[in-house]
DNA sequence: GAGTGGTCTAGACCACCCG
DNA sequence: GGGTGGTCTAGACCACTCG
């Protein structure tokens, strides 16, 4: 078990600093030769430790240390440029498109509307020290938010519902699952199609209890960590 | 990029229904010959499929087709039985070891307690539809339960705390990552060393807002989904 | 005991990244 | 344009599972 060696010295290698988070390791052929391998078995070992959520790499770049992830509370509507500063990280929120369309037959489901309603549509990378880390995908309900493209809507949705619209989040339904990434997705996030995901899935509600958007988050699944706390519920068998 | 066409023709079958969940695939030889491919190329294949949770393994025993995740709700005090049963799934507990023990280094951490301070310490895995899916550790503060070992604590350690020592859950401190299997707990899966999941840490008040205890799960990334609701919090600038 | 999955070797070609 | 990562071939051995 080859493999399982490269691993302990490569996470000895991380945990002693010689090598340092968002560092770039050699080259595959070079990590080879030094552990007297092959690169499909040095793979193997690399590709475990993206499992692992200890390296990741980008597309045809290479090899990467993992940084420390994001902690995430779904509680907090912080948008997140602010989340990441008061953890002392440096976020930077990018627009790929924001259109306008009417609800198809997936959307209509998941914003509880009929076919054809009118939405925003609106896909945004988020960068955590200039490494694309979450791919976001709005859906807002239009009837709640005319010409919301007259504001900013790139760097915080949040704030701009709350200062013109005078709605705020009230309550959100979340849902964790893993997936992979692919396409386009991939393609923004630096990521090798296939590359291991977390699925943030969230429904929000307004203070008036009414469904108002719902975000479709891709995360790198190593820059991310979900904590929260919950005020537990009786269940009547 | 054959993988990619092996990979879509297994979800096209998992999707149409040829293969069923829980359906074991042919042989990798077989597949591989049927795909006139090697099995490197294969594995890659099954190995992307088992990233995107459509397809899991196994150890030494081979390839099967995922069923659907059990939901699972932080809020909820359920045990892990009730909670598959209310969503028509079939689930057992069983015991792996439970012990007395001193807190060490890292446990007296997550308890907040000081170190040498007695804990009961217990393992348990558990399963649905005969699979196991989660590999359970529990650490809990002797002092607020003597005797603890005299009543069940394999099936459900909430009904215990109730009916024994008038002990409930009350507030849930929850961390969700993504890691993977290794050693005795990839075993206890039955899965493959490095296998991707997912860890849940739980830490758990009661009525009184005492730390009772806490849990480390370890998921089969494949078998949970978290869902849950949140009402959000202002948080000032 | 036959066949399986887990691991490994020693190559190869290509498209792409970066200097 | 050199070197890289992504993909692929055609084998091999071993320990284990299962009938």
Same mark, same amino acid.
Request: glycine residues 2%; charged residues 25%; aromatic residues 10%.
């Given at each position: ?76 509507? &912080?948008?997140? /440029?602010?989340?990441?500063? @008061?953890?002392?990280?440096?976020? !930077?929120?990018?627009? #790929?498109? %924001? ?22 549509? &609106?896909?945004? /990378?988020?960068?955590?020290? @200039?490494?694309?880390?979450?791919? !976001?995908?709005?859906? #807002?309900? %239009? ?42 997705? %991939? ?42 706390? %919950? ?7």
């Amino acid at each position: 078990m080859q493999y399982l060696k490269i691993k302990e010295i490569l996470v000895e290698q991380i945990e002693t600093g010689l090598l340092q988070a968002r560092q770039k390791l050699p080259s595959e052929r070079k990590m080879a030769e030094a552990f007297s391998t092959t690169r499909v078995t040095l793979r193997e070992a690399l590709g475990s430790l993206e499992a692992e959520a200890r390296l990741y790499r980008e597309d045809r770049r290479g090899w990467f240390v993992c940084p420390k992830p994001l902690r995430y509370d779904p509680r907090l509507t &912080l948008n997140f /440029v602010e989340m990441a500063k @008061q953890q002392g990280r440096e976020a !930077v929120s990018e627009l #790929i498109f %924001a259109k306008q369309t009417l609800a198809t037959k997936k959307t209509s489901k998941l914003l509880q509307v009929t076919m054809l309603t009118e939405l925003y549509h &609106l896909a945004r /990378v988020r960068y955590l020290e @200039q490494r694309p880390v979450v791919y !976001v995908v709005n859906y #807002i309900k %239009a009837e709640y938010f005319k010409n919301l493209f007259d504001h900013d809507y790139v760097q915080s949705l949040t704030t701009t519902y709350q200062q013109h619209y005078s709605v705020s989040y009230q309550r959100t339904h979340y849902r964790v699952s893993t997936t992979s990434l692919f396409g386009d997705i %991939a393609q923004a996030l630096r990521a090798t199609s296939g590359s291991p995901a977390m699925l943030v899935e969230r429904t929000n509600y307004d203070q008036q209890g009414r469904l108002i958007d719902c975000d479709l988050e891709y995360w790198r699944h190593d820059a991310i960590c979900i904590e929260s706390v %919950a005020e537990l519920i009786e269940v009547p068998n």
